[in-house]
């Protein structure tokens, strides 16, 4: 990976068909785009990274009462979080490719604007007022400079705050904007905004630097002096704390706290990797960058599975011992972490909610994982590190995998990918993790954007379903309400049920059912039927409305592409009816034969309408219901229906509908069902939930509740 400057390239951060959006921007902002990009992009990352623990935080510190409002919270944030990056990263593109057009951004009220500028009155909004002001204050010179770059590049006018997409003030509405499109709750989206300013706007000061550097190299206002770099570039991808970062040594010296704690409970397994040394305190332990070198030997030229890892260790040692002449033994420290990472594995090996082969595929990642526990045993206490994460982004892309298509088999090749670069490249100290991270996170987000795109429209397809849905039945209740029990010519019942229905169904659709075309179609059926009713007085005063009947007739049915024949057919039997109709008893029966009535006995169907299954009454403690309350949109699910287990994602829970449609790994509705079919799935154990990620916590609980339970677990 090729650094630039201060700015670590992340492809996942930048959308690579931007440029095309962005017409006459010049090459240099462009550059200018994608390096903040890039910042922007990571500084999403570690502020969702650090929400995670601060909205935890909130909840054990909550009342009982309001803990399941603030889980519900950290599970939309969770879920959530990815369509908020991207939304904040297209925001930031589409702003830059509209600079050209000489308008604003239309993003940003007045008020907010007043108060990034300071001459707003104090408000609610004060702390996002206070967060841009220091901002400002901090990066204010550079970003006036690069502003002052901007305006002689494009030749148009900027307003710093309003139009200038790397503004604090821009970026901090824009954040507020897509939080509130994902319906993310207030309270959350203040919490995060807390986050906003260390984690995202921080970064932007080395970028306002670099890319005033980079302007000025190409000759852009060079005469302007450079303001000072004041905020040094926050390091990617370390470990281990710098004597500086006292939030590293923080999360360090929990992480060392945890393990303390457990080692009582590693002691009885000692031993086991180093049998022939029965007293390691009599000879010098292995060095702690020794022993990652010795796994990373393993890593490259051993199978070193968890099973046979001590065999390899002890083998290694046994080398070492010949070769140097001087015997050397692990120290307690690292034999624990040793033990403690190999229950870890064993979890993962065998946790039900992945495929056995995308366990066995992360299951690799044992030795790199187990080199980042030896130096830095944070990896045990927190959550969003990245070494965590990047097993945990693993296993949320493998909970969908099956065996049995294609989309699968690309997407294990995809992920078989990832962890061998992982094996071939992952540096002994761990230092380079996050660049792994940064390199699967980009290969996987066209493929998200792809999957977004087709669940998107197949919930669009869905909500269209159901509005056709209630336009037929609307059309069928006003059909059968006017039709029922009442004498109507064939010809006539035979154009309402199959023809005019669609002109009907379409003015409910296109219009909705209050509007002035439903209601004109209506009127023209309720003339239409009491037109053909013969020598009924109504009938008699509706002549002078005749050829208005027609005409809506005539035009309605053209609407809906009657064919020709068919429509001429209809009018030459309707006028017949009429003539009938409308003869006075004196004059003589047409010779075609008097008019036959059918009188409407049966209700009209427009469609099969399936049987709606009956109510299922459960306990509202009972797995199944509880198991159907926590499906939210995005869980995946296991259905056991047929011989090969089938894995599929709630795609949408149809609005005005109780049917749960569900989609593959691919973004394809593979199963539907109602809420009552669904909960006797769940009952019988057709069907079950699928934990989507944390697989590492869930690995680490377990592994500890076979610790306490005893050494023979």
Same mark, same amino acid.
């Given at each position: 990976m090729r650094h630039e400057g201060n700015v670590i390239p992340l492809t996942s951060a930048i959308d690579r068909r931007a440029a095309l959006l962005a017409p006459g921007l010049p090459l240099l902002m462009l550059r200018v785009r994608d390096k903040a990009a890039v910042q922007l992009g990571n500084g999403l990352q570690a502020l969702f990274d650090a929400a995670d623990e601060t909205l935890l935080e909130r909840v054990d510190k909550a009342d009982a009462a309001e803990q399941p409002r603030y889980l519900q919270a950290v599970r939309e944030v969770r879920f959530k979080r990815k369509h908020i990056e991207l939304g904040v990263l297209d925001q930031f593109h589409e702003a830059f490719s509209r600079l050209t057009q000489g308008h604003g951004m239309a993003l940003l009220d007045d008020a907010l604007l007043q108060r990034s500028a300071g001459t707003a009155p104090a408000s609610d909004d004060a702390a996002d007022a206070a967060m841009i002001e220091r901002a400002m204050l901090r990066d204010g010179a550079a970003l006036e400079q690069l502003n002052a770059r901007f305006e002689a590049l494009l030749e148009?006018?900027?307003?710093?705050? %309003?139009?200038?997409?790397?503004?604090?003030?821009?970026?901090?509405?824009?954040?507020?904007?897509?939080?509130?499109?994902?319906?993310?709750?207030s309270a959350s989206t203040q919490a995060l905004l807390v986050l906003f300013e260390p984690h995202v706007l921080r970064r932007m000061g080395p970028c306002y630097a670099e890319a005033n550097r980079l302007l000025v190299g190409a000759g852009v206002l060079p005469s302007l002096p450079l303001?000072?770099?004041? /905020?040094?570039?926050?390091?990617?991808?370390?470990?281990?704390?710098m004597p500086n970062d006292s939030r590293s040594a923080a999360q360090l010296a929990a992480g060392e706290a945890l393990f303390a704690d457990l080692q009582p409970l590693l002691a009885p397994l000692r031993g086991q990797l180093t049998p022939r040394l029965r007293s390691p305190e009599q000879v010098p332990a292995v060095a702690a960058h020794d022993l990652s070198r010795m796994l990373s030997h393993l890593q490259?030229?051993?199978?070193?599975?968890?099973?046979?890892?001590?065999?390899?260790? %002890?083998?290694?040692?046994?080398?070492?011992?010949?070769?140097?002449?001087?015997?050397?033994?692990?120290?307690?420290?690292?034999?624990? /972490?040793?033990?403690?990472?190999?229950?870890?594995?064993?979890?993962?090996?065998?946790?039900?909610?992945?495929?056995?082969?995308?366990?066995?595929?992360?299951?690799?990642?044992?030795?790199?994982?187990?080199?980042?526990?030896?130096?830095?045993?944070?990896?045990?206490?927190?959550?969003?590190?990245?070494?965590?994460?990047?097993?945990?982004?693993?296993?949320?892309?493998?909970?969908?995998?099956?065996?049995?298509?294609?989309?699968?088999?690309?997407?294990?090749?995809?992920?078989?990918g990832a962890v061998q670069r992982v094996l071939n490249d992952f540096a002994d100290d761990g230092a380079d993790v996050q660049k792994h991270l940064n390199a699967f996170v980009a290969l996987s987000l066209e493929e998200r954007r792809r999957n977004d795109l087709l669940e998107q429209r197949a919930r669009d397809a869905e909500q269209g379903r159901l509005r056709m849905q209630h336009a037929r039945q609307a059309v069928e209740a006003a059909l059968n309400q006017r039709l029922h029990g009442r004498a109507v010519p064939s010809v006539v019942l035979e154009m309402l049920a199959q023809a005019w229905? +669609?002109?009907?169904?379409?003015?409910?659709?296109?219009?909705?059912?209050?509007?002035?075309?439903?209601?004109?179609?209506?009127?023209?059926?309720?003339?239409?039927? /009491?037109?053909?009713?013969?020598?009924?007085?109504?009938?008699?005063?509706?002549?002078?409305?005749?050829?208005?009947?027609?005409?809506?007739?005539?035009?309605?049915l053209n609407s809906v592409a009657l064919d020709s024949s068919s429509l001429r057919d209809f009018f030459v039997q309707l006028e017949r009816l009429h003539l009938q109709a409308y003869r006075s008893p004196a004059q003589p029966a047409a010779s075609h034969g008097p008019l036959r009535l059918i009188t409407v006995r049966r209700s009209i169907r427009l469609a099969? %309408?399936?049987?709606?299954?009956?109510?299922?009454?459960?306990?509202?403690?009972?797995?199944?219901?509880?198991?159907? %309350? +926590?499906?939210?949109?995005?869980?995946?699910?296991?259905?056991?229906?047929?011989? /090969?287990?089938?894995?599929?994602?709630?795609?949408?829970?149809?609005?005005?509908?109780?049917?749960?449609?569900?989609?593959?790994?691919?973004?394809?509705?593979?199963?539907?069902?109602?809420?009552?079919?669904?909960?006797?799935?769940l009952q019988r154990g057709e069907v079950r939930l699928l934990e989507t990620g944390r697989v590492f916590e869930r690995a680490l609980q377990l592994a500890l509740k076979q610790l306490r339970a005893g050494p023979l677990h």
């Amino acid at each position: 990976m090729r650094h630039e400057g201060n700015v670590i390239p992340l492809t996942s951060a930048i959308d690579r068909r931007a440029a095309l959006l962005a017409p006459g921007l010049p090459l240099l902002m462009l550059r200018v785009r994608d390096k903040a990009a890039v910042q922007l992009g990571n500084g999403l990352q570690a502020l969702f990274d650090a929400a995670d623990e601060t909205l935890l935080e909130r909840v054990d510190k909550a009342d009982a009462a309001e803990q399941p409002r603030y889980l519900q919270a950290v599970r939309e944030v969770r879920f959530k979080r990815k369509h908020i990056e991207l939304g904040v990263l297209d925001q930031f593109h589409e702003a830059f490719s509209r600079l050209t057009q000489g308008h604003g951004m239309a993003l940003l009220d007045d008020a907010l604007l007043q108060r990034s500028a300071g001459t707003a009155p104090a408000s609610d909004d004060a702390a996002d007022a206070a967060m841009i002001e220091r901002a400002m204050l901090r990066d204010g010179a550079a970003l006036e400079q690069l502003n002052a770059r901007f305006e002689a590049l494009l030749e148009l006018p900027l307003e710093v705050s %309003q139009r200038n997409p790397l503004s604090p003030a821009w970026l901090c509405r824009s954040f507020v904007e897509v939080c509130t499109e994902r319906a993310i709750d207030s309270a959350s989206t203040q919490a995060l905004l807390v986050l906003f300013e260390p984690h995202v706007l921080r970064r932007m000061g080395p970028c306002y630097a670099e890319a005033n550097r980079l302007l000025v190299g190409a000759g852009v206002l060079p005469s302007l002096p450079l303001a000072a770099d004041q /905020t040094p570039v926050e390091p990617r991808g370390r470990l281990m704390p710098m004597p500086n970062d006292s939030r590293s040594a923080a999360q360090l010296a929990a992480g060392e706290a945890l393990f303390a704690d457990l080692q009582p409970l590693l002691a009885p397994l000692r031993g086991q990797l180093t049998p022939r040394l029965r007293s390691p305190e009599q000879v010098p332990a292995v060095a702690a960058h020794d022993l990652s070198r010795m796994l990373s030997h393993l890593q490259r030229h051993a199978s070193a599975a968890s099973s046979d890892l001590g065999d390899e260790l %002890q083998a290694l040692l046994l080398k070492i011992t010949a070769r140097s002449g001087q015997r050397r033994a692990l120290s307690h420290d690292d034999e624990d /972490t040793i033990n403690l990472m190999a229950r870890i594995f064993a979890a993962i090996e065998h946790d039900a909610d992945l495929h056995p082969r995308m366990r066995a595929l992360l299951a690799r990642l044992h030795l790199p994982l187990l080199k980042v526990a030896l130096l830095d045993k944070s990896l045990l206490s927190r959550s969003s590190h990245p070494a965590r994460r990047l097993l945990d982004e693993l296993a949320a892309a493998a909970i969908g995998w099956q065996a049995d298509d294609q989309a699968s088999d690309d997407l294990y090749l995809r992920l078989d990918g990832a962890v061998q670069r992982v094996l071939n490249d992952f540096a002994d100290d761990g230092a380079d993790v996050q660049k792994h991270l940064n390199a699967f996170v980009a290969l996987s987000l066209e493929e998200r954007r792809r999957n977004d795109l087709l669940e998107q429209r197949a919930r669009d397809a869905e909500q269209g379903r159901l509005r056709m849905q209630h336009a037929r039945q609307a059309v069928e209740a006003a059909l059968n309400q006017r039709l029922h029990g009442r004498a109507v010519p064939s010809v006539v019942l035979e154009m309402l049920a199959q023809a005019w229905s +669609q002109v009907l169904l379409m003015a409910w659709l296109k219009q909705g059912e209050s509007s002035p075309a439903w209601h004109s179609a209506l009127r023209t059926v309720d003339d239409l039927l /009491t037109s053909v009713v013969p020598n009924a007085p109504a009938s008699r005063r509706l002549v002078a409305k005749v050829p208005a009947l027609l005409k809506a007739l005539r035009e309605g049915l053209n609407s809906v592409a009657l064919d020709s024949s068919s429509l001429r057919d209809f009018f030459v039997q309707l006028e017949r009816l009429h003539l009938q109709a409308y003869r006075s008893p004196a004059q003589p029966a047409a010779s075609h034969g008097p008019l036959r009535l059918i009188t409407v006995r049966r209700s009209i169907r427009l469609a099969e %309408q399936p049987t709606p299954p009956g109510a299922v009454l459960l306990e509202a403690d009972d797995p199944a219901l509880k198991s159907l %309350q +926590q499906l939210r949109i995005g869980t995946w699910i296991e259905v056991r229906q047929r011989a /090969t287990p089938m894995r599929c994602r709630l795609l949408a829970r149809v609005e005005g509908s109780d049917r749960y449609v569900f989609a593959n790994q691919a973004g394809v509705k593979v199963r539907e069902w109602r809420r009552a079919e669904l909960l006797e799935a769940l009952q019988r154990g057709e069907v079950r939930l699928l934990e989507t990620g944390r697989v590492f916590e869930r690995a680490l609980q377990l592994a500890l509740k076979q610790l306490r339970a005893g050494p023979l677990h």
